[in-house]
């Protein structure tokens, strides 16, 4: 995972409709930090402010990442 790295982190196991998308801005061994670009709550986008960060463990730190692909590369 690079800075600049385009990403879709799911919330829950096995459900797609609760997302956000965002932009790497920092990493480290456990976590991910991004500018977010797009947030969905239950298939409903919500607003996303200039300034909106957000943090998610990498693939493979969360409990279920075995069976789920929670942490997507888009580009």
């Given at each position: ?10 919330d829950f196991p ?33 607003v996303v402010e ?17 069976r789920f692909e ?6």
């Amino acid at each position: 995972m690079q800075v600049g790295t385009i990403v879709k982190c799911f919330d829950f196991p096995n459900r797609t409709d609760c997302y956000m998308i965002g932009e790497v801005i920092d990493q480290n061994d456990y976590s991910i930090k991004c500018r977010a670009i797009k947030v969905v709550m239950q298939n409903e986008p919500k607003v996303v402010e200039p300034e909106m960060t957000f943090t998610t463990s990498k693939q493979g730190q969360s409990m279920f990442d075995d069976r789920f692909e929670r942490v997507v590369v888009l580009g």
